[in-house]
């Protein structure tokens, strides 16, 4: 396979140095972009409902996103900002990655996530309309043709790279910034130092109940 250079190779750049920067995000992360049908943002309040279901969930002021970086047993707070009528999503959880939470999200609307923990464990997901069109693990992704809904995604499909075996990868190929890269790539929305270092409004989730 002739991967070439990839077509986010200065976005893949970007956030390899923003990883290394921000160390706390290896330890577990997820980023998830949600893009309105409609083109009108969704309001902290959708957001809220959407992500925690029928589960106690609360709004708070913002605050600096490491601050609350790590993982939580009841209630997981998720950072949101807004990039045009796209809503970005940061945790340092796994609740955007949830299947049911996707699926929530991703009424009237399209949602990429990325998630991985310490552990390697992690999923690249695209959900639309109420459904999961894609669900990766980007470590080992299998090819293309594996996934049967990879032809709404062309941004990911044209990233020959990150379907590529292990052994035919260069050597500085990061799979965690090829899932942020391919998410920046297709929505336009940006995850940067300053981000992190801003504060930001949060949502208080309680778990496990928003996984139901």
Known sequence: MNTGRPPTADLREHYRQL?????????????????????????????????????????????????????????????????????????????????????????????????????????????????????IDAFGPGRPEDHAGIGQWPELRAMTDFFADFEERDEDYDWQAAMLAVIDQTTGARLTSEWLQQPHPYITVRMPGAAR
């Open 19 to 135: 990883l290394s920067t921000h160390l706390w995000l290896d330890v577990a992360m997820c980023w998830a972009v949600v893009v309105p049908d409609s083109g009108h943002a969704l309001s902290l309040n959708q957001l809220a409902v959407r992500l925690s279901g029928d589960a106690p969930h609360q709004l708070h002021e913002p605050a600096l996103p490491d601050a609350l970086g790590l993982p939580c047993e009841t209630d997981n707070p998720v950072f949101v900002d807004r990039c045009g009528s796209a809503v970005i999503l940061v945790e340092g959880d796994h609740l955007g990655s949830m299947p049911v939470v996707l699926r929530r999200l991703s009424q009237g609307a399209r949602v990429y996530s990325a998630w991985w923990n310490v552990n390697s464990h992690n999923r690249l997901s695209f959900a639309a309309g109420g459904e999961i069109v894609l669900a």
